[in-house]
C-alpha cells in the first residue's frame, strides 16, 4: 500500500497504480465528477495518472489556483480539432496557453478570417457534447517523428526532430485528434464549457520572419459562463480606453513605420510625460538620489563583462564604426557601474544611490510591437544603489514604502508583489542565488506584505521584487522592480574599502518604480481614459471669448494662470462659443473658462467642469485657489 497525503494533512491508503481519479471517487462522487486534474507532489498531472509511491495529492477542480491553465490549454487542443474537422490539410504547430486565454498557429492554404471564427466555434461545441475521453499515450522521438509525419503534420514534426532522441514524449489523443504536449489535460471534452474565439494574426513559422506565415487563432476559456462575460465586457471597456486611440484623438503622440517601436511625442503628449518626470525627479532627490547621466552607445567588450553578451545580445542592437562594434544600452546599469568606479569609496559612503532617467533600446520582435506599452526605445526611471550586504534590507524596505506611496499618487490602489527567482540561464553560483532570493524575501517580510513567487522568471544577473498593480478596470500591470546583484559588481571591478581596509565588491540594487516611462504613460492613459486628474493633466484649462472684444482680457488671464504655474492655453478663434466648448470637451480639458463682456468688465471668469457641471463665475484669485486645492502631488511638488 501506498500513502496519499491530502491538503488537510490527512492521509489515506491505497494500492499503487491507484489514479488521481480513484482517490477522487473514493472520497465522494461530487469531487469525482468535479475533477479536473491532479497535482501530485506540487506537479501537475492528469486525473489517469497513475500513483506508484507515497505523495502529496491535490485534486484540481473548478476552485483550484490551477484550474484555468488546465482548462484553457485542453480549450486549445479542442480549437485544433475543430480547425482540422472543418479544413482538412491544416497542420498544427503550437498552442500555448497566454493571459487570459490560449492561440494555436496553423498552416493552411490560404489565411484564416475572422469570418471563420464563428464557424471553428461551433464545431468546437460540437466536440465538447461528444464528451471525448483525452487519453495520455508516450512514444520515443522517433516514433513520434514517424507518427507525426504520417499524419502530414510536417511543422510538427519538425519541432520533435530538435528533441533529444533519447526523451520520451507524451502525446494526447481525444477521437480522432492526437498532438504532442507535456498535459495536463482534462479527463474529457464535456468539461470545457466558457470559451470564445477572439481574433487571428499572422504569425511566422518559430518567430523568424524568413519563414512561411502561419494562421494564429486566439481565444480565451474561463470557468464559467459569468467569468467568460466578465472578461469580455472588461474588454470592451478596454477597447473605448485604447491607449493608441486616445493618444490620437488627443494628439499626444503617434508612431509610424519609419520608426517601429519608437515614440513621436507631440506637445501636449510631451507635457504629460514631464509632469510624470518631474515628479519622479522630484522622487529621486527626496530619496537621497543623485542624477547622473551615462552614453546609449557602448563597446561591446563592456557588455561581454557585465554578462549582457552571454545572456541577452538577442535582445540587443548593434552597430560598428571604425572596427569596433558598439552595442545601444539595452540597460542603465553597466554604465551607472562605471560612475561608481569613478574614484575610491569607502563604507562609510556606502551605500550611494544613482538615478537616471535612461534612455534604452531593445530588440523587441515586430509582432510584440503595440502603441507605446511595447517599444524597441524607452527611458526608465532608473536607479541603482550601491550598498553592503547590511543594508539590503533596510534599502529595500525604504524603497517598497516610497514605490507604493508613488503608485498611490499615480490613483493605483491595489498593487501585488511578486519575487522572480533563478532563471535558468543565469550567472553566479547557487548560493550566492540562495543569498540574493533570501535577502529580497527578508526585506518584504520586514515590511510586513504578503508575495507570490515566480520561479525562473528572475534576471539573469539576480532575482527581483516585481509590483504589479491592478488599474481601474481590473487589468493587472507589471511596473516596478527591486533586484539584488551580487554578480555585475564583481564582473565590472566595483569596490569599496571596508572597516578593516579590505577592498571589497558592494551590493547592487536595481530598482525602478514606473519603470518603462513610454509604458506607464500608456497605462496612466487607460487607466484614467483620458480624463487626466488635474495634476497630470497635459492641458488644466482654456480661456475661450465669446467675441473678438474679449481678446485681450483672455490673454491677461492666460497669462495670469501660466505665471502660477498651471499648464492653460488661450482659444481666440472666431468661432461660436458652443463648437468651442464641445471641441475642448472631446479634448477631454479639466475647466473650460468663458469670457464674455460681464466677465470682462467684472475681473471674472465663468467656469465649467470637464463633466458639463457650470460652477459659475468667480474671481481669478478664487480659481487660483481652487486649482492649487485640486493640483495633489504636483501642488506639493511646488511647496
Same mark, same amino acid.
Given at each position: 500500500?501506498?500513502?496519499?497525503?491530502?491538503?488537510?494533512?490527512?492521509?489515506?491508503?491505497?494500492?499503487?497504480?491507484?489514479? #488521481?481519479?480513484?482517490?477522487?471517487?473514493?472520497?465522494? /462522487?461530487?469531487?469525482?465528477?468535479?475533477?479536473? /486534474?491532479?497535482?501530485?507532489?506540487?506537479?501537475?498531472?492528469?486525473?489517469?495518472?497513475?500513483?506508484?509511491?507515497?505523495?502529496?495529492?491535490?485534486?484540481?477542480? !473548478?476552485?483550484?489556483?490551477?484550474?484555468?491553465?488546465?482548462?484553457?490549454? =485542453?480549450?486549445?487542443?479542442?480549437?485544433?480539432?475543430?480547425?482540422?474537422?472543418?479544413?482538412?490539410?491544416?497542420?498544427?504547430?503550437?498552442?500555448?496557453?497566454?493571459?487570459?486565454?490560449?492561440?494555436?498557429? &496553423?498552416?493552411?492554404?490560404?489565411?484564416?478570417?475572422?469570418?471563420?471564427?464563428?464557424?471553428?466555434?461551433?464545431?468546437?461545441?460540437?466536440?465538447?457534447?461528444?464528451?471525448?475521453? #483525452?487519453?495520455?499515450?508516450?512514444? =520515443?522521438?522517433?516514433?513520434?517523428?514517424? &507518427?507525426? @509525419?504520417?499524419?502530414?503534420?510536417?511543422?510538427?514534426?519538425?519541432?520533435?526532430?530538435?528533441?533529444?532522441?533519447?526523451?520520451?514524449? %507524451?502525446?494526447?489523443?481525444?477521437?480522432?485528434?492526437?498532438?504532442?504536449? *507535456?498535459?495536463?489535460?482534462?479527463?474529457?471534452?464535456? @468539461?470545457?464549457?466558457?470559451? $470564445?474565439?477572439?481574433?487571428?494574426?499572422?504569425?511566422?513559422? +518559430?518567430?523568424?520572419?524568413?519563414?512561411?506565415?502561419?494562421? *494564429?487563432?486566439?481565444?480565451?476559456?474561463?470557468?464559467?459562463?459569468?467569468?467568460?462575460?466578465?472578461?469580455?465586457?472588461?474588454?470592451?471597456?478596454?477597447?473605448?480606453?485604447?491607449?493608441?486611440?486616445?493618444?490620437?484623438?488627443?494628439?499626444?503622440?503617434?508612431?509610424?513605420?519609419?520608426?517601429?517601436?519608437?515614440?513621436?511625442?507631440?506637445?501636449?503628449?510631451?507635457?504629460?510625460?514631464?509632469?510624470?518626470?518631474?515628479?519622479?525627479?522630484?522622487?529621486?532627490?527626496?530619496?537621497?538620489?543623485?542624477?547622473?547621466?551615462?552614453?546609449?552607445?557602448?563597446?561591446? %567588450?563592456?557588455? $561581454?563583462?557585465?554578462?549582457?553578451?552571454?545572456?541577452?545580445?538577442?535582445?540587443?542592437?548593434?552597430?560598428?564604426?571604425? $572596427?569596433?562594434?558598439?552595442?545601444?544600452?539595452?540597460?542603465?546599469?553597466?554604465?551607472?557601474?562605471?560612475?561608481?568606479?569613478?574614484?575610491?569609496?569607502?563604507?562609510?559612503?556606502?551605500?550611494?544611490?544613482?538615478?537616471?532617467?535612461?534612455?534604452?533600446?531593445?530588440?523587441?520582435?515586430?509582432?510584440?510591437?503595440?502603441?507605446?506599452?511595447?517599444?524597441?526605445?524607452?527611458?526608465?526611471?532608473?536607479?541603482?544603489?550601491?550598498?553592503?550586504?547590511?543594508?539590503?534590507?533596510?534599502?529595500?524596505?525604504?524603497?517598497?514604502?516610497?514605490?507604493?506611496?508613488?503608485?498611490?499618487?499615480?490613483?493605483?490602489?491595489?498593487?501585488?508583489?511578486?519575487?522572480?527567482?533563478?532563471?535558468?540561464?543565469?550567472?553566479?553560483?547557487?548560493?550566492?542565488?540562495?543569498?540574493?532570493?533570501?535577502?529580497?524575501?527578508?526585506?518584504?517580510? /520586514?515590511?510586513?506584505?504578503?508575495?507570490?513567487?515566480?520561479?525562473? !522568471?528572475?534576471?539573469?544577473?539576480?532575482?527581483?521584487?516585481?509590483?504589479?498593480?491592478?488599474?481601474?478596470?481590473?487589468?493587472?500591470?507589471?511596473?516596478?522592480?527591486?533586484?539584488?546583484?551580487?554578480?555585475?559588481?564583481?564582473?565590472?571591478?566595483?569596490?569599496?574599502?571596508?572597516? =578593516?581596509?579590505?577592498? *571589497?565588491?558592494?551590493?547592487?540594487?536595481?530598482? /525602478?518604480?514606473?519603470?518603462?516611462?513610454?509604458?506607464?504613460?500608456?497605462?496612466?492613459?487607460?487607466?484614467?481614459?483620458?480624463?487626466?486628474?488635474?495634476?497630470?493633466?497635459?492641458?488644466?484649462?482654456?480661456?475661450?471669448?465669446?467675441?473678438?472684444?474679449?481678446?485681450?482680457?483672455? *490673454?491677461?488671464?492666460?497669462?495670469?494662470?501660466?505665471?502660477?504655474?498651471?499648464?492653460?492655453? %488661450?482659444?481666440?478663434?472666431?468661432?461660436?462659443?458652443?463648437?468651442?466648448?464641445?471641441?475642448?470637451?472631446?479634448?477631454?480639458?479639466?475647466?473650460?473658462?468663458?469670457?464674455?463682456?460681464?466677465?470682462? !468688465?467684472?475681473?471674472?471668469?465663468?467656469? +465649467?467642469?470637464? %463633466?458639463?457641471?457650470?460652477?459659475?463665475?468667480?474671481?481669478?484669485?478664487?480659481?487660483?485657489?481652487?486649482?492649487?486645492?485640486?493640483?495633489?502631488?504636483?501642488?506639493?511638488?511646488?511647496?
Amino acid at each position: 500500500m501506498i500513502a496519499i497525503t491530502l491538503p488537510d494533512g490527512s492521509q489515506r491508503q491505497y494500492e499503487p497504480g491507484t489514479t #488521481v481519479a480513484d482517490v477522487a471517487a473514493s472520497i465522494g /462522487a461530487g469531487l469525482a465528477k468535479a475533477t479536473l /486534474a491532479g497535482k501530485v507532489d506540487g506537479k501537475l498531472v492528469d486525473a489517469s495518472f497513475p500513483l506508484q509511491a507515497d505523495a502529496s495529492l491535490e485534486i484540481v477542480t !473548478e476552485k483550484h489556483a490551477d484550474a484555468l491553465d488546465v482548462l484553457r490549454h =485542453s480549450t486549445a487542443h479542442l480549437l485544433a480539432q475543430a480547425v482540422q474537422r472543418l479544413y482538412p490539410g491544416a497542420q498544427v504547430t503550437i498552442g500555448p496557453v497566454i493571459d487570459n486565454g490560449f492561440y494555436y498557429d &496553423f498552416a493552411y492554404e490560404r489565411a484564416f478570417t475572422p469570418d471563420d471564427l464563428p464557424k471553428i466555434e461551433a464545431e468546437m461545441a460540437k466536440v465538447v457534447a461528444e464528451q471525448l475521453p #483525452v487519453a495520455r499515450s508516450l512514444k =520515443s522521438r522517433d516514433e513520434a517523428v514517424a &507518427f507525426f @509525419k504520417g499524419l502530414g503534420e510536417h511543422y510538427k514534426a519538425e519541432i520533435i526532430e530538435s528533441i533529444p532522441a533519447t526523451e520520451d514524449l %507524451s502525446l494526447y489523443s481525444q477521437g480522432e485528434f492526437t498532438d504532442l504536449c *507535456r498535459g495536463p489535460h482534462v479527463p474529457n471534452t464535456g @468539461k470545457l464549457r466558457a470559451f $470564445k474565439l477572439m481574433k487571428v494574426a499572422g504569425a511566422y513559422w +518559430r518567430g523568424d520572419s524568413n519563414n512561411q506565415m502561419l494562421s *494564429r487563432i486566439y481565444g480565451t476559456a474561463w470557468l464559467n459562463d459569468k467569468d467568460l462575460k466578465a472578461y469580455l465586457t472588461q474588454l470592451e471597456e478596454a477597447e473605448k480606453r485604447d491607449h493608441r486611440k486616445i493618444g490620437k484623438a488627443q494628439s499626444l503622440f503617434h508612431v509610424q513605420e519609419e520608426g517601429p517601436g519608437l515614440v513621436f511625442w507631440h506637445p501636449k503628449g510631451w507635457r504629460l510625460w514631464q509632469v510624470v518626470e518631474q515628479y519622479m525627479r522630484r522622487v529621486y532627490r527626496d530619496s537621497g538620489y543623485q542624477e547622473v547621466r551615462c552614453p546609449q552607445v557602448l563597446d561591446v %567588450s563592456l557588455w $561581454k563583462k557585465s554578462g549582457h553578451w552571454d545572456n541577452y545580445q538577442n535582445n540587443m542592437f548593434f552597430t560598428e564604426s571604425e $572596427k569596433r562594434t558598439y552595442a545601444l544600452k539595452p540597460m542603465n546599469c553597466p554604465g551607472h557601474v562605471q560612475v561608481f568606479n569613478q574614484g575610491l569609496h569607502s563604507y562609510r559612503d556606502l551605500p550611494i544611490r544613482y538615478g537616471e532617467f535612461g534612455a534604452c533600446h531593445r530588440n523587441e520582435p515586430s509582432g510584440a510591437l503595440h502603441g507605446i506599452m511595447r517599444v524597441r526605445g524607452f527611458t526608465q526611471d532608473d536607479g541603482h544603489i550601491f550598498c553592503t550586504e547590511d543594508q539590503i534590507e533596510a534599502e529595500v524596505t525604504a524603497f517598497h514604502q516610497q514605490a507604493m506611496k508613488v503608485y498611490s499618487d499615480f490613483g493605483f490602489s491595489e498593487i501585488a508583489m511578486k519575487i522572480a527567482l533563478r532563471p535558468e540561464s543565469r550567472l553566479g553560483d547557487d548560493a550566492t542565488w540562495d543569498k540574493a532570493e533570501n535577502a529580497l524575501r527578508a526585506a518584504l517580510r /520586514a515590511a510586513g506584505v504578503e508575495w507570490e513567487e515566480l520561479p525562473g !522568471e528572475g534576471a539573469f544577473y539576480g532575482p527581483k521584487i516585481e509590483y504589479h498593480m491592478r488599474d481601474s478596470i481590473g487589468r493587472g500591470w507589471q511596473v516596478g522592480t527591486m533586484q539584488v546583484d551580487f554578480m555585475m559588481p564583481q564582473r565590472l571591478g566595483a569596490e569599496y574599502v571596508d572597516e =578593516s581596509s579590505t577592498k *571589497r565588491h558592494p551590493v547592487m540594487l536595481h530598482r /525602478a518604480i514606473v519603470g518603462s516611462m513610454e509604458r506607464f504613460i500608456g497605462i496612466l492613459i487607460e487607466h484614467h481614459a483620458g480624463l487626466f486628474p488635474l495634476w497630470l493633466a497635459p492641458v488644466q484649462a482654456v480661456v475661450m471669448n465669446i467675441t473678438d472684444a474679449q481678446g485681450d482680457y483672455v *490673454r491677461e488671464v492666460t497669462q495670469a494662470l501660466v505665471q502660477q504655474g498651471f499648464r492653460v492655453q %488661450s482659444d481666440l478663434r472666431n468661432e461660436k462659443i458652443g463648437y468651442k466648448i464641445r471641441e475642448h470637451t472631446l479634448q477631454k480639458i479639466p475647466y473650460l473658462l468663458v469670457v464674455g463682456d460681464r466677465e470682462k !468688465e467684472e475681473g471674472l471668469v465663468a467656469v +465649467r467642469a470637464r %463633466s458639463g457641471e457650470d460652477l459659475g463665475s468667480m474671481k481669478l484669485s478664487e480659481l487660483i485657489e481652487r486649482l492649487r486645492a485640486e493640483n495633489g502631488p504636483a501642488a506639493r511638488d511646488k511647496a
